[in-house]
């Protein structure tokens, strides 16, 4: 047993070893911050640092509780979230069903290129571009309204657009990764299924619809029980850059709420408390999604 063992760390230390700079960097970034979380249970002044500051107990998440505006806030993050989880989930496979059925590779290959181009690029870049296409006066979005005949419409200023915008903008960055993802599956399915539809006479959409759907189904459940773990993350990089003011009402989420108490008001005690949580119930449907990927897809990562 022994000699079995010290064979498989011979092998396998270079691996090992690989992953000690990932592992300090987690260290580092995501465990140490986590003694942060104490200031959550203080009436924190930096002036006066940890030790210095008055402990309160739970009274920081008291106040969260009975803010205004915090109930609507959690609306927002999950109804945004939902609707990007559904339709990054839909998209992909939908575009994946269609670049299959593309015969010549050179055209399949460039078009999963270009869909997966947006996907590199950072929500500074893609806002910037947003701003300039949604512009009520010079985007290009307008023009061609109001060239139909309707007035032009304040996209990233309107409380009814904005998370249709929130989640249209995310599909369209994202998607062609999922649909790398479900077009790896498909190489998975035996070709022999193909021919045996080919010979009882299938066409090519009923091949689609008995053959190629079912194969993708084991993938499909995973990535959709995967994504229950985001249900709190409507994401702040791009809510961050888009939003404003006037769209608070409908894109205001929990994280742009932390980043306003936090930083803006100084108030860092209920911005950590409030973040505090949002992790933990994050924490909760993270666990509940992989029990799921295990049960419905047999995922298992360690």
């Known amino acids: 047993m022994n000699t079995i063992v010290n064979r498989r760390w011979k ?11 990932a592992v300090i960097l987690v260290i580092i970034y995501s465990y140490i911050p986590l003694a942060g979380g104490v200031i959550a249970f203080q009436d924190f002044k930096p002036s006066k640092g940890w030790f210095g500051s008055e402990w309160v107990g739970l009274n920081q998440f008291r106040y969260v509780f009975e803010l205004p505006d915090i109930w609507k806030v959690v609306r ?115 070709p022999a299924l193909y021919e045996a539809a080919v010979i009882d006479g299938a066409s090519r959409f009923k091949q689609m619809l008995h053959v190629t759907l079912p194969g993708m189904i084991p993938i499909i459940v995973l990535m959709a029980t995967l994504s229950l ?5 409507a994401g702040f990089d791009q809510v961050f850059n888009l939003y404003n003011p006037q769209v608070y009402e409908s894109g205001d989420v929990l994280d742009t709420l932390v980043y306003r108490m936090g930083l803006e008001d100084a108030q860092y005690s209920v911005a950590t408390a409030i973040g505090l949580i949002k992790s933990i119930v994050s924490f909760i449907f993270i666990s509940v999604s992989y029990w799921l990927a295990y049960r419905l897809a047999n995922y298992r990562i360690f």
């Open 229 to 233: 773990g985001n249900v709190l993350n």
């Open 76 to 190: 927002n993050t999950i109804w945004i979230s939902l609707l990007k989880m559904l339709a990054n989930l839909v998209v992909p496979i939908v575009f994946a069903l269609l670049l299959n059925e593309i015969g010549k590779s050179f055209m399949k290959r460039s078009l999963q290129t270009l869909i997966y181009l947006p996907h590199f690029l950072s929500w500074v870049i893609l806002g910037g571009i947003l701003i300039d296409i949604l512009s009520p006066s010079e985007g290009i979005v307008n023009h061609f309204i109001q060239w139909l005949g309707f007035k032009p419409i304040f996209f990233l200023g309107n409380n009814s657009w904005f998370p249709s915008v929130l989640v249209l903008s995310d599909t369209w960055k994202e998607f062609g990764f999922g649909t790398i993802i479900y077009l790896a599956a498909l190489t998975g399915i035996n």
């Open 11 to 21: 092998r396998q230390w270079p691996l090992y070893a690989m992953l000690i700079p």
